[in-house]
């Protein structure tokens, strides 16, 4: 910064993986990204305008109807329309970027044994190479440090433009340990690179990716990944990440991309999904959209919602609707006081969504 300028402020964290996505949408999901010691996206809001059923508009903040304010983050779109939204920012610093191979234990080490007030960031993205013995355990982590010096012209520096996203993607549904490889050695050689804080959190997203191996399979039917996201103690990470290998590596649901995330506890919305200072585990699985391949998927899924359960875990609602009702109960204990302050607040349902009717008859049913 020179002296004497203000410095320029900006968001404390977005979602990765895609830019396309809206601030009403990030308040609703109740978002993380990838800071090191951050909660959801709560953290980081200090008001909205809430639009209810009745049309009438609300402000709402830790203050002021405080109720809406806790409900309608994480409330997924069902309390009505976030008009606009008030954040906590913070001011944009250079950052450089360090990349290693870590393990598991050492992850989940990270926030104890670095100072979070200077490493602000950091994903570990792990092996999907069923046929190796670091499947699900060992990682690329890339973290963000202060650092002083701005970074250079971004159009200089090391990075996986579309094409490169277009072969990784590609070799992640051929040949996973080569994809990994690649990747891997694609991250070191961006180690000590400089970014701001904002705009490394933005992320090339391909649309329509999936058209170009289905076609290149052969696919009998469309494909896609499909997403999850498991949360546990960071304790047991490694016993999770061990029992989800064994389930994996049939590579029946081939693992095409997975990442780790650490996230602070969330302690003011009603649907919080970050109840614990969580391992935040993302598995991306490849399926086919077929009977038989929704039916693999879905079994899958629902294994590892029952292995993160069994760990004292939990699981991120809204990604798919695998999970059965006891698991849904068990990982988010108060989902039917969520759904009876929908009934109670939308009598007529005028804001609802396929996940909301699903899981409304899901626990209508004895
Ligand atoms: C490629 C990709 C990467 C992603 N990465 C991350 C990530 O790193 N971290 C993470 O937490 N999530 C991630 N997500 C999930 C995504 O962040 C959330 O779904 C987010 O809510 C998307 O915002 P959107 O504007 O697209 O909303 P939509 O997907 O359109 O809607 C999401 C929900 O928000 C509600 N909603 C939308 N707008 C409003 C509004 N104005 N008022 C009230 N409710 C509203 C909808 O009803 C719906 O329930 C990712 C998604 C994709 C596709």
Same mark, same amino acid.
């Given at each position: 910064?020179?002296?004497?300028?203000?410095?320029?402020?900006?968001?404390?964290?977005?979602?990765?993986?895609?830019?396309?996505?809206?601030?009403?949408?990030?308040?609703?999901?109740?978002?993380?990204?990838?800071?090191?010691?951050?909660?959801?996206?709560?953290?980081?809001?200090?008001?909205?305008?809430?639009?209810?059923?009745?049309?009438?508009?609300?402000?709402?903040?830790?203050?002021?109807?405080?109720?809406?304010?806790?409900?309608?983050?994480?409330?997924?779109?069902?309390?009505?329309?976030?008009?606009?939204?008030?954040?906590?920012?913070?001011?944009?610093?250079?950052?450089?970027?360090?990349?290693?191979?870590?393990?598991?234990?050492?992850?989940?080490?990270?926030?104890?044994?670095?100072?979070?007030?200077?490493?602000?960031?950091?994903?570990?993205?792990?092996?999907?190479?069923?046929?190796?013995?670091?499947?699900?355990?060992?990682?690329?982590?890339?973290?963000?440090?202060?650092?002083?010096?701005?970074?250079?012209?971004?159009?200089?520096?090391?990075?996986?433009?579309?094409?490169?996203?277009?072969?990784?993607?590609?070799?992640?549904?051929?040949?996973?340990?080569?994809?990994?490889?690649?990747?891997?050695?694609?991250?070191?050689?961006?180690?000590?690179?400089?970014?701001?804080?904002?705009?490394?959190?933005?992320?090339?997203?391909?649309?329509?990716?999936?058209?170009?191996?289905?076609?290149?399979?052969?696919?009998? &039917?469309? &494909?896609?990944?499909?997403?999850?996201?498991?949360?546990?103690?960071?304790?047991?990470?490694?016993?999770?990440?061990?029992?989800?290998?064994?389930?994996?590596?049939?590579?029946?649901?081939?693992?095409?991309?997975?990442?780790?995330?650490?996230?602070?506890?969330?302690?003011?919305?009603?649907?919080?999904?970050?109840?614990?200072?969580?391992? &935040?585990?993302?598995?991306?699985?490849? &399926?086919?959209?077929?009977?038989?391949?929704?039916?693999?998927?879905?079994?899958?899924?629902?294994?590892?919602?029952?292995?993160?359960?069994?760990?004292?875990?939990?699981?991120?609602?809204?990604?798919?609707?695998?999970?059965?009702?006891?698991?849904?109960?068990?990982?988010?204990?108060?989902?039917?006081?969520?759904?009876?302050?929908?009934?109670?607040?939308?009598?007529?349902?005028?804001?609802?969504?396929?996940?909301?009717?699903?899981?409304?008859?899901?626990?209508?049913?004895?």
């Amino acid at each position: 910064m020179h002296p004497g300028r203000a410095a320029r402020t900006t968001w404390n964290s977005k979602q990765t993986g895609a830019d396309r996505l809206t601030l009403g949408g990030a308040l609703a999901a109740n978002i993380h990204g990838r800071g090191l010691r951050l909660p959801p996206i709560v953290g980081d809001v200090e008001a909205f305008t809430l639009i209810g059923p009745n049309g009438l508009s609300h402000l709402c903040s830790r203050t002021e109807n405080a109720d809406l304010f806790r409900l309608a983050i994480g409330g997924y779109g069902l309390f009505g329309i976030i008009a606009d939204v008030t954040l906590r920012l913070m001011p944009r610093v250079p950052v450089q970027r360090s990349v290693e191979i870590l393990t598991l234990e050492e992850l989940v080490s990270v926030p104890e044994l670095r100072d979070t007030t200077v490493w602000l960031f950091g994903d570990f993205q792990f092996s999907i190479d069923e046929n190796s013995p670091d499947f699900l355990q060992r990682g690329v982590f890339s973290a963000y440090c202060r650092c002083d010096e701005p970074p250079i012209e971004f159009a200089a520096q090391h990075q996986l433009r579309k094409s490169d996203w277009e072969e990784l993607m590609w070799l992640a549904h051929t040949d996973r340990a080569k994809a990994w490889d690649v990747y891997s050695r694609f991250y070191r050689s961006t180690h000590g690179q400089r970014y701001w804080s904002d705009t490394h959190q933005l992320s090339v997203y391909l649309d329509q990716y999936h058209t170009a191996p289905d076609h290149r399979l052969v696919s009998q &039917c469309p &494909c896609s990944e499909m997403i999850s996201e498991l949360y546990v103690p960071r304790d047991v990470l490694r016993e999770f990440m061990s029992r989800a290998s064994d389930l994996l590596r049939s590579g029946e649901t081939p693992v095409i991309y997975g990442t780790i995330r650490l996230i602070e506890r969330d302690t003011e919305t009603l649907l919080a999904w970050a109840r614990e200072p969580w391992a &935040c585990i993302i598995f991306n699985l490849h &399926c086919e959209h077929s009977p038989v391949g929704l039916a693999c998927a879905a079994s899958a899924f629902r294994a590892l919602i029952g292995i993160a359960l069994s760990l004292g875990g939990s699981f991120y609602l809204t990604y798919h609707r695998w999970a059965s009702r006891s698991q849904v109960e068990a990982a988010h204990p108060n989902f039917r006081k969520f759904l009876a302050e929908k009934k109670a607040r939308d009598p007529a349902g005028i804001f609802s969504s396929d996940w909301y009717l699903h899981h409304r008859d899901l626990f209508a049913e004895q």
